[in-house]
């Protein structure tokens, strides 16, 4: 009988096993080079989605938001933060641009609307499907929410300069700088994209058949309201004109599929 229930298992766990890799297959091998498969987008962008207890969106910072506290919570930060998201919270690093999804802009419109309660529950739980692990074990109560204080002051900075190096970016690589900040600046968390992404916002997977200018794009990044009135679009106060002009030329690249 034990003979028995042994080989019953063992044929259980191998099922399991092939079950698995065909999946992984299926996915898109086990190879984290791969470009990550439809499936492994979608549970990514709705990862970043994240659906915070509503217990937790009501707890207040305790920590008085003094220089003192501020200055240890960067310390904090970027003992273990700046890795992936930089060590002025825009992710620009190598190691967080490779991640899928990308590691987010901590300064972008889409971090700053999170409030601190919000900002203390990602930090201490993580989001699955994304590199981003929870930190509960790692930092104390207190260290988390002097970390969503060091967040909040990276945000009071305003767009970064623009550096020589993106001056120079060939066509193709604009594009894939753009590609990018769609993602970094979770612009996919409102606007679906190829179908993938939110509905809150219009469709922009054939943008550029829209007939508008790089000019109003740009214009519209800046002050949404005034290019379409009641617009719930927040400003994109975060990124520099030369960024604007990647994601510009991005979105104007998008055309319907002939």
């Not at 300064?107 to 601190?116: A, E, G, I, L």
């Amino acid at each position: 009988m034990t003979q028995h229930i042994r080989r019953v298992t063992s044929y259980i766990v191998a099922g399991l096993l092939c079950a698995g890799g065909l999946a992984a297959f299926l996915m898109g091998g086990f190879s984290a080079n791969a470009r990550p498969s439809r499936a492994e987008e979608r549970f990514a962008n709705l990862a970043k989605e994240v659906v915070i207890p509503f217990e937790a969106q009501i707890r207040h910072n305790p920590i008085a938001a003094n220089e003192q506290a501020r200055q240890a919570g960067l310390e904090i930060y970027q003992r273990s933060c700046s890795t992936c998201h930089g060590e002025d919270g825009r992710s620009q690093g190598a190691y967080g641009r490779s991640m899928y999804p990308p590691a987010m802009d901590l300064t972008s419109p889409h971090v700053r609307k999170w409030s601190d309660a919000e900002l203390f529950w990602i930090v201490e739980n993580g989001v699955r499907f994304t590199g981003m692990p929870g930190w509960h074990e790692m930092l104390d109560e207190e260290s988390t929410w002097r970390v969503v204080l060091a967040i909040r002051q990276l945000q009071q900075a305003g767009p970064k300069q623009t550096a020589a190096a993106s001056l120079a970016l060939t066509p193709e690589q604009r594009l894939r700088e753009g590609a990018l900040m769609f993602r970094q600046e979770n612009c996919v968390g409102c606007h679906k994209l190829n179908g993938e992404g939110g509905g809150v916002g219009p469709d922009l997977t054939i943008e550029g058949d829209r007939g508008r200018t790089n000019q109003w794009l740009t214009g519209h990044f800046k002050n949404p309201p005034a290019y379409v009135p009641g617009s719930l679009m927040p400003a994109t106060i975060n990124l520099n004109d030369d960024q604007l002009q990647a994601l510009t030329d991005f979105l104007q690249a998008q055309h319907k599929k002939k």
